[in-house]
């Protein structure tokens, strides 16, 4: 079956870097591998690069801290690798017609992304480095203050804070080089400042709706009208935190991704919705437990009323309408 479907975010890069993995071709452990992501007709999947913090190695991994340039380039490498390894199946895309040059070989294509400004450093250099290792989509922060701004949090001194001067020049730079400026993780006032400079659509890769899930990695109903007013595309996200109210919810259904896709289109219509798993970033009971299960989401949708065609814009239409528009 092929669901001609697209990924906006995955942390498949982190875990085999961590794992000292030198592809990600073929990996039972991890949620997402490239064998299965042919199996099941995946159109493109986005590779984040996940800048991994140091107070993440210290109390979460338990591991001398990797500095952030060679967390880059082993996760770059690999990248690369995996598409050597592999070009029979699987090539780097950077563009919509790469993507579709891909498809039309019967290959997957794989999207470079990166999450975590920080390695940018203040440097509008660094961006053009990272954009000729064919990074195509920047989440601004991750959740911590850097160059760019401030993080999502509950706190609402910092959750109010804008982007940082070195931010708004950055994402004008970005747009103007079709880099996908992703605002998932940023400040709502980071927020606001990107839709206030944007001049072509962005994204908010992996996020849901707070209006559901009151959680500050979440949208609200504002914001996604102005996705609905700026042309961009939201990721819809499978974590349990992110999908429920319950703050000690450990599951995440079908239905509850579902209930987030409707909210999104009676608020900022069906051209918003995407889909961003955080497949390899999350943890719980997950119903679609990995990238083989996306038919139940396909499922799931047209059960609550969506129509094929709704469906094909969640799976990929609206994210290929927008790196038309805003990746070079
Ligand atoms: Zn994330």
Known sequence: MSLNMMDMHCDTLMKAMLENKQDIYENAATMVDI?????????????AIFVVPETMYREGLHMDPIPSEECILRCHQIFEHTMQQHEAVVSKATTVDRIMENAAKGKLSAVLTMEDGVAVDGRMEN????YDMGVRA??????????FGYP????????AQGLKPFGKEAVAYMQDKGILVDVSHL????????ADIAKKPFIASHSNCRELSNHPRNLTDDMLKIFGNTGGVTGLNFCPDFLTNDAKNKESSVEMIVAMAKHMKQIGGIDIIGV???FDGIEGSLEISGCEKMNLLADGLSRNGFTTGEIEKIMSGNLL???RDAVK
């Not at 920047?138 to 160059?147: D, G, H, K, Q, S």
């Not at 400040?187 to 990107?194: I, K």
């Open 127 to 130: 961006l053009d480095r990272f």
């Open 152 to 159: 999502n949090s509950r706190e609402t001194k910092i959750m």
């Open 276 to 278: 961003g798993t955080d």
């Open 35 to 47: 064998k299965r992501l042919t199996d099941n007709g995946y159109l493109a999947q986005f590779f």
């Open 187 to 194: 400040s709502d006032g980071g927020f606001y400042d990107v």
């Open 138 to 147: 920047l989440a601004l922060t991750w959740n911590y203050e850097n160059c």
């Open 321 to 323: 309408r927008v790196m």
